[in-house]
């Protein structure tokens, strides 16, 4: 599995390719699963972003990988707030979610967020 698997997970279109990989790497991840993208990762749900904040200091990535991860959080600006904070001026921020009238969307009862075209 590469990168472009997630992010076309539940698609059935093709996407262009992600911004490039470089430099020191986040990747946020939904349930236990070892970083195959990223040098280093927190998990969702046993990091509670709800409660806790991004566990690294300020301007520490370059990138941050964020593959079905967001519509699990209760407050997705407060987890915006903090990939800002941990993402060096310059870097990129990959999101990935399932579209509000995807079969992914409502697959997970964990599910506390719903997205479209206009919502981040």
């Known amino acids: 599995m590469d990168i472009q698997f997630f992010a076309k997970l539940g698609l059935k279109r093709d996407?262009?390719?992600?911004?490039?990989?470089?430099g020191t790497q986040l990747e946020m991840c939904p349930g236990k699963s070892p970083s195959m993208l990223a040098?280093?990762?927190?998990?969702?749900?046993?990091?509670?972003?709800?409660?806790?904040s991004i566990k690294f200091q300020d301007n520490t990535f370059d990138v941050i990988h964020a593959y079905h991860?967001?519509?699990?959080?209760?407050?997705?600006?407060?987890?915006?707030?903090?990939?800002?904070?941990?993402?060096k001026?310059?870097?990129?921020?990959?999101?990935?979610?399932?579209?509000?009238?995807?079969?992914?969307?409502?697959?997970?009862?964990d599910h506390s967020q719903y997205f479209h075209e206009d919502s981040i």
């Not at 996407?15 to 470089?22: D, F, G, K």
């Open 89 to 109: 001026i310059g870097g990129h921020i990959n999101i990935v979610v399932p579209h509000c009238k995807s079969e992914l969307a409502f697959e997970d009862l």
């Open 15 to 22: 996407i262009p390719e992600l911004l490039p990989n470089h």
């Open 69 to 87: 991860c967001f519509e699990h959080f209760r407050d997705p600006v407060k987890v915006l707030r903090e990939c800002w904070r941990v993402l």
């Open 39 to 52: 040098d280093f990762s927190i998990d969702y749900p046993s990091w509670n972003a709800d409660y806790n």
